[in-house]
Every structure is written in structure tokens, then in C-alpha cells.
């Protein structure tokens, strides 16, 4: 039977990997983001499988669970919140606690950890039904203040990673797995210019892929990882250490 894939910003970078990776898997994949379909670089079904949503619009997310449902017949093996913003100042500067404007902090909060509840509440029985899996695209800046992620990003993806535990400990009992992946510097539109003196530091001294993240996103979502769940695995080259 062909598995079906929720996966939110899947026109670029991590979320254009990962639609890829599952599309060559043989996993049927829905996405949402607030782009149409991009014939450019395309996979099999991508436009009849997209949704175009405002993630940073909780009116249209709420909405929009229902038209997805439609969409499932039923079963979800996998949920990927992957869409994320990290908003800068005027002259590309990093946004901090005195600096964010408190609507944009609201902004930033909707599309990279709201949406995340509102879908995988929402779709909770499609979940269970397929003993399915979330997996939460956090990030490196969660856990440390970060030279070019703003104050707004790092605590969004700091609460995403609270709330990776909180929904392990209440999807478990419904036999769903719900786990992060941190990311570090990876090669997409996101990076800030400076990331070079970054990388030159890091273990490993080169970018990540997105392929190399889509790869553990995969795994996650696949029964190689049956007995993992409430975690957030770091991919970073080994920045951390
Ligand atoms: N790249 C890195 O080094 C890095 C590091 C740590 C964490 N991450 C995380 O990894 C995830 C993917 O990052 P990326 O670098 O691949 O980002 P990206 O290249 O900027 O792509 C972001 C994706 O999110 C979608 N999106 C943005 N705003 C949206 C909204 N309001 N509603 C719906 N969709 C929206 C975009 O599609 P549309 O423009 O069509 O809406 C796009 O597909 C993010 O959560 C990011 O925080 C990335």
C-alpha cells in the first residue's frame, strides 16, 4: 500500500530534499505552502498533491486541516513541519530582543510552531489510523543564541522542541511517534552571508545537504526507527561540540 506524507514548505532547500526522498520511496506527498506547485523541479502527482496556505494565518491553517483530510482517505503515515521563517532587519541584521517587532514575533510563532499543533492535532486520527509519524524541523538556534537567527526564531524553535516532548508523551498511547531534527548550517536560501566563517570552525568544515537532512527525516518516518520517539537529533557537521 502506498504511504501518504504531510510535508509543510516543500518548495525549497530541506523541504524540496525531502519531498525528493519520500517521492523515490514510492510515498504518495501532500504539501502546503503559500507558493503554487513549481513545475520547474518537479515529482510525480506534485501539483495535484499541493495546497496553497498561509501557515502564518491561523485562520487559513485551521480551515485548511479539513480540506487536507479530504485529501488522506483516511491514513497519514507522516507529518514533516518543515516551513520555517527567520525574518532580519532592514539591512539583512540580526532581529533580538529589542528589536523584534512584537507582530513579526507573533508572525514567526504561527508559521514555525502553531501551524505544527494545528496540523498534527487536526489530523490526529489519520495519524493513529497508520500508526504514523511526526517529525518537527527545529534547529540549531534553539538551543543557543545563534550569530544571524533572531530572538523570534530561536524561541519559536525552542518551544517546537517543548513541544516535540509534550506531543511524544500524548500521540504515544496512539501508537504515533513524534520526534525533532536540529539542524545546523545547511545549503538553502535561509543562511545568512557570514555563515563561511561558521562553517570554517565546525568539525566537519563544510555545509550540510539537504539531502543529508532529508536522509534522517526519512529514517524517522520509516520503521528503521520504530522504538524512537520524543527525541530531537542533531544534524550540524558536529557544531555542538
Ligand atoms: N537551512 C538551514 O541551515 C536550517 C538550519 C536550521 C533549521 N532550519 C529549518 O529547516 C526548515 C527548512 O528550512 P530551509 O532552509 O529549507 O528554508 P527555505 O529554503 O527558506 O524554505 C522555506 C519553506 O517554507 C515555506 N514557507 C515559508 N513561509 C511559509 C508560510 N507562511 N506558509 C507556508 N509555507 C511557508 C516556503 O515556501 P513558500 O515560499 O512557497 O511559502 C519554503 O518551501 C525551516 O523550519 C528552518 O527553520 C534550516
Redesign the pocket.
Known amino acids: 500500500m502506498q504511504k501518504t506524507l504531510l510535508l509543510?514548505?516543500?518548495?525549497?532547500?530541506?523541504?524540496h530534499a525531502t519531498v525528493k526522498r519520500f517521492s523515490r520511496e514510492g510515498w504518495r506527498v501532500l504539501t502546503?505552502?503559500?507558493?503554487p506547485h513549481d513545475p520547474a523541479c518537479p515529482w510525480p502527482d506534485g501539483e495535484r498533491n499541493h495546497i496553497q496556505?498561509?501557515?502564518?494565518d491561523p485562520a487559513d491553517t485551521i480551515n485548511a486541516v479539513e480540506l487536507i483530510r479530504e485529501r488522506l482517505d483516511g491514513l497519514l503515515h507522516g507529518l514533516v513541519n518543515?516551513?520555517?521563517?527567520?525574518p532580519k532587519g532592514p539591512n539583512g541584521e540580526r532581529l533580538n530582543t529589542f528589536t523584534t517587532d512584537i507582530m513579526d514575533w507573533g508572525k514567526v510563532f504561527h508559521?514555525?510552531f502553531f501551524a505544527s499543533v494545528v496540523l498534527a492535532r487536526g489530523l490526529r486520527e489519520e495519524l493513529a489510523a497508520a500508526k504514523g509519524s511526526v517529525v518537527n524541523?527545529t534547529?540549531?538556534a534553539g538551543s543557543r543564541v545563534h550569530p544571524f537567527a533572531g530572538a523570534a526564531y530561536a524561541t519559536s524553535k525552542a518551544a517546537l522542541a517543548a513541544l516535540t516532548r509534550e506531543m511524544a508523551h500524548d500521540f504515544g498511547p496512539l501508537g504515533v511517534r513524534v520526534n525533532a531534527i536540529a539542524?545546523?548550517?545547511?545549503e538553502?536560501?535561509?543562511?545568512s552571508p557570514g555563515t563561511e566563517k561558521i562553517v570554517e570552525g565546525l568539525p566537519m568544515q563544510r555545509l550540510g545537504q539537504?539531502s543529508e537532512v532529508a536522509d534522517v527525516i526519512y529514517y524517522l518516518c520509516s520503521d528503521q526507527s520504530s522504538y524512537v520517539t520524543g527525541t530531537e537529533i542533531e544534524i550540524n557537521g558536529g557544531q555542538h561540540v
Open positions: 509543510t514548505g516543500a518548495s525549497r532547500g530541506i523541504g502546503c505552502s503559500r507558493q496556505l498561509n501557515l502564518s518543515n516551513a520555517g521563517i527567520s508559521v514555525n524541523v534547529s540549531i539542524p545546523g548550517e545547511v538553502t536560501s535561509i543562511l539537504p
